[in-house]
Antibody, heavy 118, light 113 residues
Framework: EVQLVESGGGLTQPGGSLRLSCAAS????????MSWARQAPGKGLEWVSI???????HYADPVKGRFTISRDNSDNTLYLQMNSLSAEDSAVYYC????????????WGQGTLVSVSS | DIVMTQSPDSLAVSLGERATINCKSS????????????LSWHQQKPGQPPKLLIY???TRESGVPDRFSGSGSGTDFTLTISSLQAEDVAVYYC?????????FGQGTKVEVK
């Protein structure tokens, strides 16, 4: 059974950093495209970043140069390093797995809340 | 970037009645090399993460009730709930995956009238 469990969210000050984790089970993170999306309170879904099976990464414009997506095959975990955080980054962050053809997201985690406030 | 626009933003439907959600993309998401529309639909119930309902515009994900159906091609797509059930109250998002990162529509909230 595919499972995705996010952790690492919390409250941090503007300019601070957080590292989100997404522990995967039922498949290997290196065998599927993996991504992070976010949802600000009461708002819609927004993609943040994706890491493809070959290691290529893409980032949404608002997070380029501040966020880094990575994966660790040894512990089957996806990560999102977030630096220079601002209030606009406050959201629930979801990790998602893409289907085996690398096309569409087919499984989502429960999410972890990131709050940026002084 | 491809912009996805859903209509309406919200709708209220009586139990057992049909609900129809439209989604329009700013450019075609049809890949003519494989004749597939790179469009999926996701359901998000209150307090829950999204859940995949439909992919390739019209293919129902395993385990999704057959009252959910997707149609359309190119730039215009529709999600239909043929007979609304109480458990279908949710926000529905269309999503294009033609580009590397993809984009979502703004969401359509479905409620019971």
């Amino acid at each position: 059974e595919v499972q995705l469990v996010e952790s690492g969210g919390g409250l941090t000050q503007p300019g601070g950093s957080l590292r989100l984790s997404c522990a995967a089970s039922g498949f290997t993170v290196s065998g599927n495209h993996m991504s992070w999306a976010r949802q600000a309170p009461g708002k819609g879904l927004e993609w943040v970043s994706i890491i493809q099976t070959g290691g290529r990464t893409h980032y949404a414009d608002p997070v380029k140069g501040r966020f880094t997506i990575s994966r660790d095959n040894s512990d089957n975990t996806l990560y999102l390093q977030m630096n220079s955080l601002s209030a606009e980054d406050s959201a629930v962050y979801y990790c998602a797995r893409y289907d085996n053809s690398g096309s569409y997201p087919d499984y989502w985690g429960q999410g972890t809340l990131v709050s940026v406030s002084s | 970037d491809i912009v996805m626009t859903q209509s309406p933003d919200s709708l209220a439907v009586s139990l057992g009645e049909r609900a129809t959600i439209n989604c329009k993309s700013s450019q075609s998401v049809l890949n003519r090399s494989n004749n597939k529309n790179y469009l999926s639909w996701h359901q998000q119930k209150p307090g829950q993460p999204p859940k995949l309902l439909i992919y390739w515009a019209s293919t129902r994900e395993s385990g999704v009730p057959d009252r959910f159906s997707g149609s359309g091609s190119g730039t215009d797509f529709t999600l239909t709930i043929s007979s609304l059930q109480a458990e279908d109250v949710a926000v529905y998002y269309c999503h294009q995956y033609y580009g590397a990162l993809g984009t979502f529509g703004q969401g359509t909230k479905v409620e019971v009238k």
